[in-house]
């Protein structure tokens, strides 16, 4: 998996990479937007599978970004947050599956 935060970094792209991470996180000042993912999904050709990463903290979320061709999702912080990232973990997919 190549992970990117930006447009130039996808000039490394090749044959050898199957899956390409966006990370919503600037890991200057840690803030963290989701439009980063929607904004290179066009720029990512579809031979690749695209997931991305961070700030996702609700299903509506999900459901937004695979209409921009995502099929992986990275969720950690969201979960860890809480009294128990289990039960968390497990509202949230149950959740996900009620909305499809």
Not at 26 to 41: E, P
Request: glycine content about 4%; charged content about 25%; proline content about 2%.
């Amino acid at each position: 998996m190549l992970e990117i935060h930006n447009e130039k970094e996808l000039e490394v792209l090749n044959e050898n990479i199957d899956l390409v991470g966006v990370n919503n996180r600037n890991l200057k000042d840690f803030a963290v937007d989701i439009n980063t993912s929607i904004q290179l999904a066009a720029l990512i050709p579809n031979s690749f599978v695209k997931v991305s990463e961070s700030g996702i903290s609700n299903t509506k979320t999900i459901i937004e970004l695979k209409n921009y061709g995502y099929r992986g999702f990275l969720i950690g912080e969201n979960f860890m947050k809480t009294n128990n990232p289990t039960k968390s973990c497990i509202n949230f997919i149950n959740d996900l599956k009620q909305l499809r």
